[in-house]
């Protein structure tokens, strides 16, 4: 068989994988927190037909000479840029000015989000919209609705509580975060959520250090940039269809050779 048509393969499989990276961007152009995909390519291998050679006595160097046999996929990054910030007028909506992640955990493990679109339970537990609590930097966020007449979220993180009696409450609770030394380290865990992995690199000290200001009343939006995925996904439609249009001509070559005995 021809090597073409296996090439031609090869690169139709990466760019079929290209368009779900791109379809899974613009299915979340309206996410907070969401970090956008991006898929690169690679060469998969080359077969070589000849080595090269050194100069030697009257005759120069020859380079080596080589077929490729198509592509793979070479990474599918997570793009950590920051989004943009879109006020709400909410005070438990939370976003970051920074690299930091909130902490959530759902009782048995942390995860990190950069949505910080966050509620109260009946308990006047700080929790995300699945239910997580939202982590302190020594325990849960409370703001105990028997005790607590108003309260508001510091840039710092600190919440600040006013009792019922008009006065601030004393040893306000800060909200913690993380911060990593590779952000795109991170792994993407469903619900706007992201975990730990071993080559994120958890900084675990000093607390909140480098993180980054919170900013109250306001989310981070979508890093997804529309015109960029349409751009981009028409350059995978054509180079989908250039490979298939590889694998046609490999094919009217094969049907020229079987009808050379007639």
């Known amino acids: 068989m021809l090597r073409s048509m296996y090439s031609g393969i090869s690169g139709m499989k990466n760019f079929q994988t290209k368009l ?19 898929t690169t390519f690679q060469d998969l291998v080359s077969q070589q037909v000849a080595g090269a050679t050194a100069p030697a006595g009257n005759r120069g160097g020859v ?21 943009s910030i879109q006020s709400t007028g909410r005070p438990l909506d939370l976003a970051i000015s920074g690299d930091g992640y909130f902490v959530v955990n759902d009782g048995t493990s942390d995860y990190y989000t950069r949505a910080g679109n966050f509620y109260l339970d009946k308990d006047g537990y700080l929790v995300t919209g699945d239910g997580l609590f939202v982590q302190a930097t020594n325990g849960k966020i409370r703001i105990d609705p028997t005790t607590a007449k108003s309260y508001s979220i510091g840039s710092n993180g600190t919440v600040n509580i006013v009792g019922l009696n008009g006065n601030m409450l004393p040893n306000p609770q800060t909200i913690k975060l993380a911060k990593f030394a590779n952000n795109e380290g991170l792994q993407k865990a469903g619900g ?24 109250s009343s306001a989310l981070e939006m979508s890093n997804v940039d529309l015109s960029e995925e349409f751009t981009d996904m028409i350059v995978a439609q054509r180079g989908f269809q250039a490979n298939t249009r590889i694998i046609t001509t490999s094919d009217e070559i094969l049907q020229e050779l079987v009808n050379l005995k007639r």
């Open 20 to 38: 779900d990276v791109l379809g899974n961007n613009i299915a979340n152009v309206n996410t907070y927190g969401y970090k956008k995909g991006r």
């Open 63 to 83: 380079n080596a000479k080589q077929v490729g046999l198509g592509s793979q996929i070479g990474t599918i990054d997570t793009v950590q840029t920051a989004g």
């Open 192 to 215: 706007n959520l992201f975990t730990n992995t071993p080559n994120a690199g958890l900084v675990t000290t000093p607390v909140n250090s480098g993180t980054g200001t919170l900013i």
